[in-house]
T-cell receptor, first 113, second 116 residues
């Protein structure tokens, strides 16, 4: 158990509203990631963080922003949600080993109506 | 750029039969390769990983995978399927990012169904 929690676990919102998803970890890992999972696409990287206040874009970052003001929390924000952002969102951390394996949270299912 | 191809979005086997899930990768550098499993309504769980050294990698739940550089493959196998193996399986390749952390590129997944 990598000590990762995500909140909320489920959310339904309407097009145009802002949404923030939270990822919280308890083990002081430096690297954190946000992915989205969609049928037929597997998981795709949205943004990642390599330290407090240090973030970078992934392959599907348009329409998303992130923030990391402390080590344990990594926030994903949809400034103005669209139906194409309906998805399951997973947070991950890079483990402490030397082989770059990542460990995943339980996911947040977001529906944008 | 890295990429992963998983052949077969759905695979069905009988209980007790061999499980073979296929993964081919593309990487410009020696890859780190991973298999993850996802049970319904859960996050991804690491099954096994290839880094360097032995090309046959053993993982949890009786799964193993063989790294074949000449074929750019990392197929997942299990000698005898169990009903509890029914899940979605993802192959992933790791690339070092310019910021020091790694990025995972995933395949599109293979849904494994196990029938009595």
């Amino acid at each position: 158990d990598a000590g990762i929690t995500q909140s909320p676990r489920h959310k339904v919102t309407e097009t145009g509203t802002p949404v923030t998803l939270r990822c919280h970890q308890t083990e002081n890992h430096r690297y954190m990631y946000w992915y989205r999972q969609d049928p037929g696409h597997g998981l795709r990287l949205i943004h990642y963080s390599y330290g407090v206040k240090d973030t970078d874009k992934g392959e599907v970052s348009d329409g998303y922003s992130v923030s990391r003001s402390k080590t344990e929390d990594f926030l994903l924000t949809l400034e103005s949600a669209t139906s194409s952002q309906t998805s399951v969102y997973f947070c991950a951390i890079r483990g402490g080993g030397s082989y770059n394996e990542q460990f995943f949270g339980p996911g947040t299912r977001l529906t944008v109506l | 750029a890295q990429s992963v191809t998983q052949l077969g979005s759905h695979v069905s086997v009988s209980e007790g039969a061999l499980v073979l899930l296929r993964c081919n990768y593309s990487s410009s550098v020696p890859p780190y390769l991973f298999w993850y499993v996802q049970y319904p309504n859960q996050g991804l769980q690491l099954l096994l990983k290839y880094t360097t050294g032995a090309t046959l990698v053993k993982g949890i739940n009786g799964f193993e995978a063989e790294f074949k550089k000449s074929e750019t493959s990392f197929h997942l196998t299990k000698p005898s399927a169990h009903m509890s193996d029914a899940a979605e399986y993802f192959c992933a390749v790791s690339a070092q990012s310019r910021r020091g952390g790694n990025k995972l590129t995933f395949g599109t997944g293979t849904q494994l169904k196990v029938e009595l």
